[in-house]
Every structure is written in C-alpha cells, then in structure tokens.
C-alpha cells in the first residue's frame, strides 16, 4: 500500500537492486559511448551517419545521459511497484517503465535525424560553417536559454522534480500502466530538456566534452537541492553563449570547428560502413553545403 513510503528500511531494501542496476546500467552505458563517440566529434553540423548507426549511438547516450537524472522517479516507481506486486514481477515493471521512458527520447532523436536529413537533401549553402552556420548555431542556442523562461518549461521541470506527486497522482497497474507511466514520464522529461538538446546538436552531437556538460547541467537541475531555480542562470548563460558562437567561435573553449583539420578519426576516415546496408557511405564533416 501507499503507506509503506513511511518506513524507510524498507524503502531502502526495495530500492536496492534497482538502483545498483540503475547505476551499473549508466555506467555501462557511457563506456560504450566513449569507445563508439571517440574522435568523431566534428562540431556543429556534425553528419549523423546512417540511420541504424545514429539509432544506436542515439539510444546509448540518451541512457548515459538521462539514467542518472531519471533515477529519483524510478526508483519511487519500483518501490510503489514492488508493495503492489510480487517481487519478480516489480523488477520486470520497472524495466517496462525505463524503457517506455526511452522510447520517447528515441522518438525526438528520430524527428531531430529527420530534420537534420530534411535540412542535408535540400542543400541549403547558407548553413556551411564558412557561410551561415555560426550565426544558426548561436541562434539556436539562445533559443533553448529563451526557453528556459517559458511557463512549459516551469511545468514540465516541476514533474521531473516531483516524483511522487506523479506516482500519486497518476498511478497505473499491469505492464500497459508501466508503459503508459513511462511514456508520459518521458514526454514531461522531453518537455523538461529539448532545448538543452538542441545546445548539444548545435555545440556537436557527438562531442564527449558537449555531451558530458549538458548531461551535468541535466541533473542539476532535475535533482540538486534548488535546481528549480537554474533556469534563469541557464537562460542567461545559453543566450551569452549563442552569441559568443555566433560571433567569435573560433574563440569558443572547446568547440570544434567543422572541417578544421582538426585530428579525429571522422576526418582521417572518409567513408562508413553502416550496419544495416553494409555499404560504404560518404562521410562528410561539419554542415553540408
């Protein structure tokens, strides 16, 4: 019953296996990344490769990066879970609640894979880097620190912050509740972090640095005592930083410029073979003209 969230110990005992799972999941996780990601970080506009390749790459990140920050809700959805089940039966609920909370990050990497090949087959020269590309790099930057300010923004990062209201709140049983929690669990995390996305995409998607300080910025806001009040400082900070990019990103720490000659594995390797086809396909770097 709902009552049980009164007794810490046993709190603690349910959450135990699931949270050395979380953690070791997590962790497994960012390796792959690092070893897949190593030296492909060509900077914004970044080509996505093949669809099964960036598919995998895709899922693996968002489960490095949003794991640790998601873990407060699952760990309370296991703990509910595992009062009203059986025990075996709780794990494997939980696990249907994580990875229908995936999907829908996998859903916005297919629209944003979509958008990107949209914006590639039309062949707009105005984004190459060495044309128009800072400018909607910056852009889109300061766009997601605007967003910051935004009421949808304030609701969605109160979900993510509030677990068990929402465990309270909206609480269903059986495999298609946990699905169905974790979709919208996932849809109010999408909500909560697209715009910190969008600076990911934008700094360069496959950038272990980008990837790993976008992920902090996540989690201290999601789950620090006080996070709810970094939205303003992030606002402030994406919009100076849209304008830094835009106008000297060459000066910008850490930020790879497309087609630099920079030493990585993407430049040194001009062709990729993608899982599904097996056939060699052009490797680009930066924002194709």
Request: hydrophobic share 50%.
């Amino acid at each position: 019953t709902m009552s049980t969230l009164g007794h810490p110990s046993l709190a603690k005992r349910n959450a135990l296996p699931i949270g050395v799972a979380l953690i070791a999941a997590a962790l497994i996780t960012w390796i792959v990344t690092v070893q897949r990601m190593r030296g492909m970080d060509a900077g914004p506009g970044t080509d996505l490769g093949g669809l099964g390749w960036y598919l995998g790459v895709w899922v693996t990140m968002m489960a490095a990066m949003m794991l640790p920050s998601a873990a407060p809700m699952v760990l309370l959805f296991h703990h509910i879970s595992s009062e009203r089940q059986r025990r075996e039966q709780s794990f494997a609920l939980t696990c249907v609640f994580v990875l229908s909370y995936l999907a829908v990050w996998t859903a916005y990497g297919l629209a944003a894979y979509g958008l990107y090949r949209l914006v590639t087959y039309a062949g707009s020269g105005f984004l190459a880097w060495n044309r128009g590309g800072p400018y909607v790099a910056g852009a889109a930057i300061a766009m997601a620190g605007l967003y910051e300010l935004t009421p949808l923004k304030s609701l969605c990062l109160r979900h993510c912050r509030s677990p068990l209201h929402f465990i309270l709140g909206r609480w269903r049983e059986g495999r298609l509740g946990a699905i169905r929690m974790g979709t919208e669990h996932g849809a109010y995390c999408v909500g909560c972090c697209w715009g910190l996305m969008i600076v990911l995409f934008a700094l360069g998607v496959m950038s272990l640095l980008w990837m790993a300080v976008v992920a902090t910025l996540i989690f201290a806001q999601k789950v620090l005592s006080g996070g709810e009040h970094l939205t303003r400082v992030f606002a402030v900070g994406f919009i100076s930083a849209g304008i830094w990019v835009a106008s000297a990103p060459g000066s910008v720490p850490g930020l790879t410029q497309p087609n630099s000659g920079a030493p990585m594995r993407a430049q040194m390797q001009m062709t990729l073979t993608t899982p599904s086809t097996g056939k060699p396909t052009e490797k680009t770097n930066g924002i194709k003209p």
